[in-house]
């Protein structure tokens, strides 16, 4: 009898979930509570993505904080009342990166990654907590897929949304993304906020943060992607699913509607 060809299980990897913004756009909301903390069809926007993390088998999140970032630790705390509900089979061991604390204010997408980076590993989910997609699944199959391929990114696109009719990034039909030129009418497509990233995006020659940012650099993300997209160096999916960037009192009235 033959003997079954070896499968290799499925691996998961770290996540983080950007939390430090000070939300100016959902004002005055976000004057007492930070937005990822905001309510969203029961619970808060920051709990659909734990939630979602730990049913793909996620087992350990980073959340970077700033903005009334005390909050967020605290809301998720054992010792708190509000408990979270996922599965207790499904524990979470969640860390931060206490960019309000560490420098006074948060170090933009980029800085804040390259802070928390010595928390995560080579390879690890993003995702911003003031996003509901609660649909997506964190899928282990496409950690396994990026990690086989030499891509420094793999980011999930949607369609445009009405606040950014524009787009983003392109996408070819070989799956990159694409840093199409401004006055290029092929179609873009906004990045989710959703993406798996590999560490050495936050090295040379992408990135020049010394490791662990410790004199806390904001930098933004964009620059970086569109650095790698050039040299063909980031893939691409288009997501269909439920998907709102929450920035705004009516939008987060919408979905609470």
């Known amino acids: 009898m033959t ?40 619970r808060p926007l ?38 979270p509900i996922w599965d207790k089979r499904k524990q979470l061991s969640i860390s931060y ?6 420098f006074g204010g948060a170090l933009e997408t980029a800085g804040g990654i390259a802070r928390a980076l010595p928390q995560l590993g080579p390879v690890f989910w993003l995702a911003a907590g003031d996003v509901f997609a609660p649909d997506f ?4 199959a496409a950690v396994q897929a990026f990690a086989a391929s030499d891509q420094l990114a793999h980011l999930w ?32 497509f906004t990045y989710s906020t ?22 806390g650099v904001a930098q933004p993300l964009a620059p970086l992607l569109r650095r790698a997209m050039d040299l063909g160096r980031v893939s691409a999916s288009l997501y269909t699913g439920r998907w709102t960037d929450v920035g705004t009192p ?8």
């Not at 009516?250 to 509607?257: K, V």
């Open 137 to 140: 699944v964190f899928d282990s």
């Open 3 to 42: 003997p079954p060809a070896f499968v290799q299980l499925p691996v998961q990897v770290p996540a983080l979930v950007l939390a430090a913004g000070r939300g100016e756009r959902m004002r005055p909301l976000t004057d007492s509570t930070p937005k990822p903390l905001l309510q969203v069809q029961g």
């Open 97 to 102: 990166s206490q960019e309000g604390v560490d």
């Open 194 to 215: 959703i993406a798996l990233l590999r560490a050495e995006l936050f090295g040379a020659p992408w990135c020049e943060i010394p490791p662990g940012n410790p004199a």
């Open 250 to 257: 009516e939008r987060l009235a919408q979905l609470n509607g």
């Open 46 to 83: 920051l709990q659909w993505h734990l939630q979602a993390l730990a049913n793909a088998g996620v087992s350990r999140v980073v959340i970077n904080t700033a903005w009334l970032g005390e909050q967020i630790p605290a809301y998720f705390s054992d010792k708190n009342g509000v408990k």
């Open 157 to 188: 696109l949607v369609p445009n949304p009405a606040h950014n009719p524009r787009g983003d990034f392109g996408l070819s039909s070989q799956g990159l993304a694409l840093n199409l030129p401004a006055d290029d009418p092929a179609p873009r």
